[in-house]
């Protein structure tokens, strides 16, 4: 089964046409993939803990989380988000199946630092595969909230990027991260580009600059060790245009790709 886990950020979330939801229910009939979806909601959680006067920060592209952060994200993503992104693929007559990270211990989660700096943010440790394969087998398409437990049943609040990345590395299949941008871009001599394709060298670089900043760390971090883990391919897509992701279905350049080093040319 050629397995694609769409990461659909946060920032797109609200904007996203139905026409895309048409296109992941569209890829599933045709057996063109096996659509599993992982969803953020950065924007949502903000909002949310705006009205309830929290003050919240990032560190790199992710969230500082105290206990009632998490709440709060637990409550949008695993919550509202979750569901209505069911409801659209519902909509366009796909079976689709919300659960969250911590519904049959799906991630397994570890802190992502062992000083726990940033509070209750969480890194996949394992996956448990074998309820994907369940829901796949009957036909249906996996909506995964980044929300995870560890093994005491301490919950975690995980980028939506990485817990894309770590399903994407067990089951083997493609990512595509889906955002508000068209990929990966720099502007070089007055002109915004659009980078094709990126290795790990290059992005490291572009980080240590601050062409890559923000939310797009995570995102090129979680590619590049998708790729090291055994994801087939990953890449940054526009969510504004379903068209990208077809392209990318059919092996033809859209947005930006993550490679691990530049392809050696044989004469
Ligand atoms: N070099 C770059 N090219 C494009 N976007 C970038 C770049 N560096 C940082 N960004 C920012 O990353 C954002 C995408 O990350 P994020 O807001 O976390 O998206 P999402 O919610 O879709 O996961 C872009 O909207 C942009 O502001
Ligand atoms: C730890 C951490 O940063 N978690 C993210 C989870 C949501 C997410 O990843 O949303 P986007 O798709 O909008 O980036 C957060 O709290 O914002």
């Not at 394992?126 to 909506?143: A, D």
């Not at 990953?234 to 350049?253: R, T």
Request: aromatic share 4%.
């Amino acid at each position: 089964m050629n397995i694609v886990v769409l990461k659909m950020g946060g920032s797109v979330l609200a904007k996203l046409p139905d026409s895309f939801y048409k296109m992941v229910v569209y890829l599933k009939e045709q057996n063109i993939c096996q659509p599993i979806i992982v969803h953020g909601g950065g924007p949502e959680i903000n909002h949310a803990l705006k009205q309830l006067n929290v003050k919240t920060e990032f560190m790199d592209g992710l969230r500082v989380t105290t206990k009632e952060v998490l709440d709060v994200a637990e409550m949008v993503m695993s919550g509202s988000i979750n569901k209505r992104i069911v409801g659209k693929l519902q909509k366009e007559g796909g079976t689709a199946i919300g659960i969250s990270g911590v519904d049959c211990s799906l991630l397994q989660t570890i802190p992502v630092d062992s000083e726990c700096s940033l509070g209750f943010v969480g890194q996949v440790e394992k996956v448990n595969t074998s309820w994907l394969q369940l829901i796949i087998e009957n036909g249906g398409i996996p909506v995964i909230s980044p929300i995870g437990a560890d093994i005491s049943g301490q919950r975690y609040n995980i980028n939506g990027d990485m817990a894309a990345a770590a399903v994407a590395q067990a089951l083997k299949g493609k990512l595509a991260l889906i955002s508000d941008i068209p990929g990966v871009m720099e502007e070089i001599d007055g002109k915004k580009i659009v980078h094709e394709q990126l290795t790990k060298e290059e992005i490291e670089a572009k980080i240590a600059s601050g062409i890559i900043y923000g939310g797009m760390i995570p995102k090129v971090r979680s590619a590049l060790k998708g790729l090291s883990g055994g994801v087939k391919e990953s890449v940054i897509l526009n969510g504004f245009d379903p068209e990208d992701l077809k392209k990318f279905m059919e092996g033809k350049q859209a947005g930006t790709k993550v490679i691990q080093n530049k392809e050696v040319q044989h004469v």
